[in-house]
């Protein structure tokens, strides 16, 4: 009996592979770009796992030209890009990894936060400039200490951002459609308020929201209009959340200090009318600006736990096993028949 075959969509650390060789027969994708989706149904159409991963998109089509497939388990928490209704009606488990993501996003968070306000970009380039002439009273920025913070969104990344803020000294405010328990928001210090309050008070703005079709576009030109005269708007969570010609208009009027973003609407796949890029607006504005190339989990011993559970996932499914991850309930039928 043949052994299954394995597609890595993306580079993998190599003892995530030495795994996976004890399931099947492993594809890998050795370079650090990107498959493109034809070359990637091309390599699946004879698969029966998929470790996928952020630039992928899985839909009907793709699972109807890939008839073996049995699991898409994604090395990645939110998966608008994947179709789990579609996967579900085709037989194929669809798995995430919900936990691992959560700390260094949050990290990253609070980086962001402080090289926007306190001008760390500004100032390497002043220092690589050679007009560095010693101390000057210029680049006075904003700090944490005595700030008021906003986090629209209170899930696991918004936790975690809070626990890190807690010894900054800043007054933290959420708003979420669910409260926290009174006693969770007096441990992480904590204040809920409706929308409007948080964006008249808030110094700091930090989107901390799931992509869903009632938050795409979520920060547009009313909320931004809305929000503190030369507030710090932060995203971590996902680019489509924001309105990114509005947050331009938004810097350019003075209304926005500044943007800082991990994230960008053209990497929503799923999304019809995504744009090609960044917004060339946002990329002019250098001073006001902080961008990071999607950086959230991008430490070294986080990504390979990620690919970690991804793979015991995929592995978990095609030894006939209910996959931990799984954000789906498929028929066996396929997987008894191709068994």
């Known amino acids: 009996m043949s052994r299954p075959k394995i597609v ?8 995530v592979i030495e795994f996976l060789e004890t399931v099947g ?25 998929l470790m996928a991963f952020m630039p992928d998109r899985i839909d009907e089509s793709f699972l109807a030209d890939c008839p073996q497939l049995r699991v898409v388990a994604c090395a990645l928490k939110g998966y608008d890009n994947f179709d789990a209704a579609a996967c579900t009606r085709r037989g194929v488990w669809l798995t995430i990894v919900p936990d691992r993501l959560t700390s260094p996003t949050a990290e990253l968070a609070v ?10 970009l500004p100032g390497d380039r ?3 400039s050679g007009a ?16 008021v913070v906003g986090l629209v969104g209170l899930g696991a990344v918004g936790k975690a951002v809070a626990r890190r803020l807690a010894g900054f ?13 009174s006693d969770e928001e007096r441990a992480l210090n ?6 409007p309050e948080l964006l008249r008070r808030s110094d700091f703005i930090l989107l901390a929201l799931p992509l869903t079709s009632d938050t795409a576009g979520r920060v547009n030109a009313h909320f931004l209009a809305a929000a503190k005269r030369g507030a710090f708007l932060i995203n971590i969570a996902r680019g489509s959340l924001v309105d990114e010609a509005a947050v331009a208009d938004a810097l350019e009027s003075g209304r926005l200090g500044g943007y800082a973003a991990d994230v960008f609407a053209f990497e929503d796949w799923a999304l019809d009318g995504r744009p090609a890029g960044v917004d060339e607006r946002l990329r002019q504005v250098a ?19 990620i690919e970690f559970e991804a793979a015991a996932s995929l592995a978990q499914v095609l030894r006939g096993e209910v996959p931990a991850g799984a954000v789906n309930r498929p028929s066996p039928v396929r997987s008894e028949a191709a068994s």
């Open 169 to 181: 000294q800043a007054t933290l405010l959420y708003t979420d459609r669910v409260a926290l328990p």
């Open 8 to 15: 890595l969509s993306s580079w993998v650390h190599p003892e």
């Open 132 to 147: 560095f002439q010693g101390w000057r009273p210029t680049l006075y920025g904003r700090g944490l200490d005595g700030s």
């Open 111 to 120: 980086g962001l936060m402080i090289g926007l306000a306190r001008n760390i």
């Open 126 to 128: 002043l220092v690589r």
């Open 287 to 305: 001073d006001r600006t902080l961008f990071t190339p999607h950086l959230g989990s991008a430490v070294d011993a986080v990504r390979r736990d």
């Open 25 to 49: 027969e492993v594809v890998p994708h050795e370079a650090r770009d990107v498959l493109s989706p034809e070359e990637l149904r091309r390599r699946c159409r004879d698969a029966q796992g």
């Open 190 to 195: 904590l204040g809920r308020v409706d929308e």
